[in-house]
């Protein structure tokens, strides 16, 4: 398999990452909104605790919208996927850690470690697209450490953004299929 059949692979068979995206922001907006509702650490454990279950729903959106939610076993980019995932566990403990220092700042340093994951989507999915997304939620962060707002704030923002950004991935996959079979 060649690193352009590869990348067709992930995007066929995971609907471009977009359900993945959209589950991701579904996780930023419920942290957020438990953070409104509860607390701080409690919109944390959410941000956690739901954010193993990204994957998860990203495949059972990806079946639902009649994708396979499987790459090809020899497809070499899974392996730079996973890696990409503990780029994430590194981050929140990160984030978890300035939190004790700068509550409001949790969102924004996930903001940015999620925006460079973004970055490698480029990579394994073939979609300039990422590196857009990637480095609107990374400014985004940027942004977060200049303003002293709500802690919800920027969960809320980043919820918004991903599933923004899912609705018109999943769109372009949809087109670029419809291409194709023409």
Known sequence: MNFTEAQEDMRTSYFGGGPGVFASGAV??????TAILTTEKTSVLVFF?????????????????????????????????LESTLLLFIGFFIAYSVMYIRPNWFFPVMMLIIGG?????????????????????ALSGALGFFF??????????????????????????????KTKLK
Do not use: C, D
């Not at 930023?28 to 909104?33: D, E, I, M, P, R």
């Not at 973004?118 to 609107?136: A, C, E, V």
């Not at 599933?163 to 949809?174: A, P, Q, R």
């Open 28 to 33: 930023w907006l419920a942290s957020g909104v």
């Open 49 to 81: 605790f739901a954010g193993m279950f990204i994957h998860p729903l990203g495949i059972l959106l990806s079946k639902f919208l009649k994708r396979s939610g499987q790459h090809k076993k020899e497809n070499p980019l899974s392996t730079l996927a």
């Open 117 to 137: 994951r973004y970055l490698l989507f480029s990579s394994i999915y073939g979609m300039r697209l990422y590196w857009l997304l990637g480095s609107i939620l």
């Open 148 to 177: 002293n707002s709500s802690f919800y704030l920027f969960g809320l923002v980043g919820g918004a953004l991903e599933i923004l950004f899912s609705f018109v991935l999943i769109s372009l996959e949809k087109k670029s299929k």
